[in-house]
Protein backbone atom coordinates (compact mmCIF):
# COMPACT_ATOMS: atom_id res chain seq x y z
CA UNK A 1 0.00 0.00 0.00
CA UNK A 2 1.45 3.27 -0.77
CA UNK A 3 1.97 5.73 1.55
CA UNK A 4 0.54 9.59 1.65
CA UNK A 5 3.41 11.54 1.11
CA UNK A 6 5.32 8.55 -1.07
CA UNK A 7 8.10 10.29 -2.81
CA UNK A 8 7.54 13.63 -1.24
CA UNK A 9 9.99 16.20 -0.73
CA UNK A 10 10.04 18.35 3.05
CA UNK A 11 11.50 20.38 4.87
CA UNK A 12 10.90 21.20 8.45
CA UNK A 13 12.59 24.07 10.74
CA UNK A 14 13.57 23.29 14.39
CA UNK A 15 13.31 19.57 13.85
CA UNK A 16 15.50 18.21 16.60
CA UNK A 17 13.37 17.73 19.25
CA UNK A 18 9.50 18.26 20.86
CA UNK A 19 7.14 19.37 17.72
CA UNK A 20 9.11 19.81 15.05
CA UNK A 21 10.77 16.23 15.58
CA UNK A 22 7.37 14.92 15.80
CA UNK A 23 6.76 16.63 12.73
CA UNK A 24 9.55 15.23 10.92
CA UNK A 25 9.10 11.69 11.74
CA UNK A 26 5.33 11.66 11.36
CA UNK A 27 5.87 12.84 7.45
CA UNK A 28 8.74 10.35 7.13
CA UNK A 29 6.84 7.81 8.58
CA UNK A 30 4.20 8.38 5.49
CA UNK A 31 7.19 8.17 2.88
CA UNK A 32 8.02 11.90 2.55
CA UNK A 33 12.14 12.40 2.12
CA UNK A 34 13.23 15.30 5.01
CA UNK A 35 15.26 17.89 5.28
CA UNK A 36 15.87 18.57 9.32
CA UNK A 37 16.83 22.18 9.66
CA UNK A 38 17.97 22.98 12.90
CA UNK A 39 20.88 24.82 14.79
CA UNK A 40 21.82 21.98 17.19
CA UNK A 41 23.82 19.90 15.24
CA UNK A 42 23.42 16.82 17.19
CA UNK A 43 20.11 16.98 18.05
CA UNK A 44 19.61 17.16 13.67
CA UNK A 45 21.84 14.67 13.04
CA UNK A 46 20.14 12.31 15.30
CA UNK A 47 16.74 12.95 13.85
CA UNK A 48 17.57 12.25 10.46
CA UNK A 49 19.25 9.01 11.86
CA UNK A 50 15.70 8.24 13.24
CA UNK A 51 14.11 8.68 10.36
CA UNK A 52 16.60 6.52 8.06
CA UNK A 53 15.95 4.04 10.37
CA UNK A 54 12.19 4.12 9.36
CA UNK A 55 13.13 3.50 5.77
CA UNK A 56 13.16 6.92 4.27
CA UNK A 57 15.60 9.58 3.49
CA UNK A 58 16.49 13.00 5.05
CA UNK A 59 19.66 15.15 5.20
CA UNK A 60 20.84 17.71 7.75
CA UNK A 61 20.88 21.32 7.45
CA UNK A 62 22.30 23.76 9.85
CA UNK A 63 20.50 26.77 9.18
CA UNK A 64 20.02 30.17 11.40
CA UNK A 65 16.45 30.89 9.91
CA UNK A 66 16.77 34.52 10.90
CA UNK A 67 19.76 35.06 7.79
CA UNK A 68 18.33 35.12 4.57
CA UNK A 69 21.42 33.88 2.83
CA UNK A 70 21.62 30.62 5.14
CA UNK A 71 17.72 30.04 4.47
CA UNK A 72 18.41 30.41 0.46
CA UNK A 73 21.38 28.04 0.86
CA UNK A 74 19.18 25.55 2.71
CA UNK A 75 16.46 25.53 0.26
CA UNK A 76 18.66 25.18 -3.16
CA UNK A 77 20.60 22.44 -1.23
CA UNK A 78 17.03 20.57 -0.58
CA UNK A 79 16.16 20.97 -4.23
CA UNK A 80 20.03 19.81 -5.35
CA UNK A 81 19.90 16.67 -3.08
CA UNK A 82 16.09 15.26 -3.89
CA UNK A 83 15.09 17.09 -7.08
CA UNK A 84 12.09 19.42 -5.47
CA UNK A 85 10.71 20.71 -2.81
CA UNK A 86 6.47 19.60 -2.06
CA UNK A 87 6.29 20.80 1.59
CA UNK A 88 7.86 23.68 3.86
CA UNK A 89 6.60 23.63 7.51
CA UNK A 90 8.00 26.55 9.48
CA UNK A 91 8.11 25.33 12.92
CA UNK A 92 11.37 27.22 14.25
CA UNK A 93 10.91 29.39 17.07
CA UNK A 94 11.81 30.80 20.53
CA UNK A 95 10.68 32.45 23.33
CA UNK A 96 12.07 35.13 25.75
CA UNK A 97 9.27 36.08 28.15
CA UNK A 98 9.62 38.73 30.71
CA UNK A 99 7.05 42.14 31.50
CA UNK A 100 7.32 44.60 28.82
CA UNK A 101 9.05 47.03 31.25
CA UNK A 102 11.42 44.73 31.65
CA UNK A 103 11.91 43.08 28.48
CA UNK A 104 15.16 44.32 26.42
CA UNK A 105 15.36 45.60 22.68
CA UNK A 106 16.86 42.22 22.01
CA UNK A 107 14.13 40.31 23.54
CA UNK A 108 11.77 41.36 21.34
CA UNK A 109 14.09 41.92 18.32
CA UNK A 110 15.25 38.54 18.73
CA UNK A 111 11.94 36.73 18.86
CA UNK A 112 10.67 38.32 16.30
CA UNK A 113 14.34 37.57 14.03
CA UNK A 114 13.42 33.86 14.26
CA UNK A 115 9.42 33.14 14.64
CA UNK A 116 8.00 36.31 12.30
CA UNK A 117 10.88 37.27 9.87
CA UNK A 118 12.68 33.62 9.42
CA UNK A 119 8.95 32.27 8.73
CA UNK A 120 9.11 34.56 6.04
CA UNK A 121 12.76 34.34 4.71
CA UNK A 122 12.12 30.59 4.46
CA UNK A 123 8.61 30.83 2.64
CA UNK A 124 9.37 33.38 0.13
CA UNK A 125 12.72 31.21 -0.55
CA UNK A 126 10.54 27.76 -0.93
CA UNK A 127 7.47 30.01 -3.17
CA UNK A 128 10.15 30.25 -5.78
CA UNK A 129 10.88 26.68 -6.00
CA UNK A 130 6.72 25.75 -5.60
CA UNK A 131 5.58 28.92 -8.09
CA UNK A 132 7.73 26.88 -10.39
CA UNK A 133 6.31 23.82 -9.90
CA UNK A 134 2.88 25.16 -9.80
CA UNK A 135 2.11 23.10 -6.32
CA UNK A 136 3.60 22.91 -2.49
CA UNK A 137 1.90 22.90 0.74
CA UNK A 138 3.29 25.55 3.71
CA UNK A 139 2.09 25.15 7.08
CA UNK A 140 3.52 27.72 9.73
CA UNK A 141 3.47 26.54 13.31
CA UNK A 142 1.73 29.63 15.49
CA UNK A 143 0.25 29.84 19.03
CA UNK A 144 -2.72 29.99 20.63
CA UNK A 145 -1.33 33.22 22.35
CA UNK A 146 -1.24 34.95 18.73
CA UNK A 147 -4.71 34.68 18.95
CA UNK A 148 -5.45 35.26 22.69
CA UNK A 149 -2.09 37.33 23.46
CA UNK A 150 -0.62 36.56 27.24
CA UNK A 151 0.78 38.85 29.48
CA UNK A 152 4.74 38.48 29.86
CA UNK A 153 5.17 37.25 26.04
CA UNK A 154 4.45 40.60 23.98
CA UNK A 155 7.38 39.68 21.61
CA UNK A 156 6.18 35.88 21.23
CA UNK A 157 2.45 36.65 21.12
CA UNK A 158 3.32 39.64 18.34
CA UNK A 159 5.74 36.69 16.63
CA UNK A 160 2.92 34.13 16.36
CA UNK A 161 0.19 36.79 15.40
CA UNK A 162 2.14 37.90 12.62
CA UNK A 163 2.73 34.58 11.73
CA UNK A 164 -1.21 34.26 11.10
CA UNK A 165 -1.18 37.30 9.08
CA UNK A 166 1.74 36.08 7.05
CA UNK A 167 -0.20 32.90 6.49
CA UNK A 168 -3.57 34.25 5.43
CA UNK A 169 -1.98 36.85 2.95
CA UNK A 170 0.20 34.38 1.09
CA UNK A 171 -2.24 31.81 0.88
CA UNK A 172 -4.21 34.41 -1.35
CA UNK A 173 -1.11 35.31 -2.91
CA UNK A 174 0.06 31.65 -3.69
CA UNK A 175 -3.61 30.01 -4.34
CA UNK A 176 -3.59 30.44 -8.49
CA UNK A 177 0.12 28.37 -8.34
CA UNK A 178 -1.68 25.50 -6.60
CA UNK A 179 -0.15 25.72 -3.27
CA UNK A 180 -2.05 25.98 -0.08
CA UNK A 181 -0.62 28.24 3.09
CA UNK A 182 -2.14 27.36 6.63
CA UNK A 183 -1.40 27.53 10.15
CA UNK A 184 -1.84 25.57 13.30
CA UNK A 185 -2.35 27.34 16.41
CA UNK A 186 -1.11 24.62 19.12
CA UNK A 187 -1.89 24.96 22.86
CA UNK A 188 0.58 23.63 25.67
CA UNK A 189 2.46 21.12 24.26
CA UNK A 190 4.62 18.72 26.50
CA UNK A 191 8.14 19.81 25.59
CA UNK A 192 11.50 20.04 27.92
CA UNK A 193 10.34 23.10 29.53
CA UNK A 194 7.24 21.59 30.62
CA UNK A 195 8.62 18.57 31.59
CA UNK A 196 10.66 20.53 34.09
CA UNK A 197 7.59 22.04 35.60
CA UNK A 198 6.32 20.84 39.48
CA UNK A 199 3.26 19.81 40.60
CA UNK A 200 1.70 22.98 41.54
CA UNK A 201 2.99 24.49 38.22
CA UNK A 202 1.09 21.91 35.75
CA UNK A 203 -1.94 21.93 38.02
CA UNK A 204 -1.80 25.98 36.83
CA UNK A 205 -1.21 25.24 33.49
CA UNK A 206 -3.69 22.55 32.87
CA UNK A 207 -6.11 24.36 35.06
CA UNK A 208 -6.13 26.75 31.82
CA UNK A 209 -7.24 24.07 29.82
CA UNK A 210 -11.07 22.95 28.91
CA UNK A 211 -9.41 19.52 28.25
CA UNK A 212 -7.82 19.80 31.43
CA UNK A 213 -4.17 18.43 30.10
CA UNK A 214 -1.56 19.07 27.69
CA UNK A 215 -0.83 18.52 24.01
CA UNK A 216 1.09 15.47 23.18
CA UNK A 217 4.00 17.05 20.32
CA UNK A 218 2.70 14.13 18.12
CA UNK A 219 -1.24 15.72 18.28
CA UNK A 220 0.57 18.58 16.16
CA UNK A 221 2.52 16.45 13.93
CA UNK A 222 -0.76 14.46 12.85
CA UNK A 223 -2.40 17.93 11.99
CA UNK A 224 0.68 19.33 9.92
CA UNK A 225 0.82 15.44 8.20
CA UNK A 226 -3.21 16.67 7.23
CA UNK A 227 -2.62 19.61 6.28
CA UNK A 228 0.34 18.49 3.61
CA UNK A 229 -1.43 15.50 2.41
CA UNK A 230 -4.04 15.47 -0.66
CA UNK A 231 -6.80 15.13 1.90
CA UNK A 232 -6.41 18.40 2.79
CA UNK A 233 -5.79 20.38 -1.00
CA UNK A 234 -9.18 21.97 -0.71
CA UNK A 235 -8.24 23.92 2.48
CA UNK A 236 -5.53 26.96 2.83
CA UNK A 237 -5.43 30.57 4.68
CA UNK A 238 -6.83 28.74 7.64
CA UNK A 239 -5.63 28.61 11.36
CA UNK A 240 -6.32 25.52 13.20
CA UNK A 241 -6.06 25.57 16.75
CA UNK A 242 -4.91 22.48 18.54
CA UNK A 243 -5.36 23.27 22.56
CA UNK A 244 -7.40 21.18 24.33
CA UNK A 245 -10.38 24.06 23.76
CA UNK A 246 -8.32 27.19 25.44
CA UNK A 247 -9.04 29.60 22.45
CA UNK A 248 -12.39 29.49 21.24
Known amino acids: MMKILE?????????????????ALALAKEGAKITVVDVNDTDGNSVVNEIKTLGSDAIFIHCDISKSDEVDKMVKTTVDTFGKLDILVNNAGITRDTL???MKDEDWDRVISINLTGTFYCSRSAAKIMMTQKSGKIVNISSV??????????????????????????AREL?????????IAPGFVESDMTAKLNEEQRKKLTDQIPLKRTAQPEEIANVVKFLVSPDADYIT?????????MAF
Request: glycine residues 18%; aromatic residues 2%; positive net charge.
Open 175 to 183: ASRNITVNA
Open 145 to 170: VGLMGNAGQVNYSSSKAGVIGLTRSL
Open 7 to 23: NKVAIVTGAGRNIGKSI
Open 100 to 102: IVR
Open 237 to 245: GQVISVDGG
